[in-house]
């Protein structure tokens, strides 16, 4: 992929992760449903994601929230 399609990807990516983390705040949600209502089709790959951009594991931001 060129740059700019590698910049898209990784901008949309960052919108689902920031949905991921308000979505995470409503804790009758698991992991799993944030993942895929974020449109991740894979929850440990949604996770991964998220501990990279936020530092934390969703189930911890889920507890700290």
Do not use: W
Request: aromatic share 12%; hydrophobic share 30%; charged share 30%.
């Amino acid at each position: 992929p060129t740059r700019r399609s590698s910049d898209l990807i990784e901008f949309i990516r960052n919108i689902r992760l920031k949905h991921g983390s308000q979505l995470l705040k409503n804790k009758s949600m698991s992991i799993a449903e944030v993942a895929y209502e974020c449109g991740f089709s894979n929850p440990k790959y949604f996770a991964t994601c998220f501990k990279e951009d936020f530092g934390v594991t969703p189930k911890e931001y889920q507890k700290s929230c």
